[in-house]
Nanobody
Framework: QVQLVESGGGLVQPGGSLNLSCAAS????????MGWYRQAPGKQRELVAI???????NYVDSVKGRFTISRDNAKNTVHLQMNGLKPEDTGVYYC?????????WGQGTQVTVSS
């Protein structure tokens, strides 16, 4: 019913930048919250940033000051601008959306930060 498609991942050097995008498509009335999670090799998936329909934003401490999440409600999209990337930011980044009482996940986009 609902599909989330991520884009913008890739390979960058430490200190570089990437901008991730996620677009939601399907039949739905509204999206309560959209955000980004990531999963590094051998570690659990963790919240990176999330924004609700009311504009409330939350970041994991490790990315504060470096990442910025933004949402375009009209286009049902969410973006994650990542600056000052570090090797520890490496992982698969997943888009997440909550619609009514159901959570949807994208397939993920790989982000690799390496010299």
């Amino acid at each position: 019913q609902v599909q989330l498609v991520e884009s913008g991942g890739g390979l960058v050097q430490p200190g570089g930048s990437l901008n991730l995008s996620c677009a939601a498509s399907g039949r739905f009335s509204s999206i309560r919250a959209m955000g980004w999670y990531r999963q590094a090799p051998g570690k659990q998936r963790e919240l990176v940033a999330i924004v609700t329909s009311s504009g409330n934003i939350n970041y994991v401490d490790s990315v504060k000051g470096r990442f910025t999440i933004s949402r375009d409600n009209a286009k049902n999209t969410v973006h994650l601008q990542m600056n000052g990337l570090k090797p520890e930011d490496t992982g698969v980044y997943y888009c997440k959306a909550t619609i009514r009482l159901i959570t949807y996940w994208g397939q993920g986009t790989q982000v690799t930060v390496s010299s």
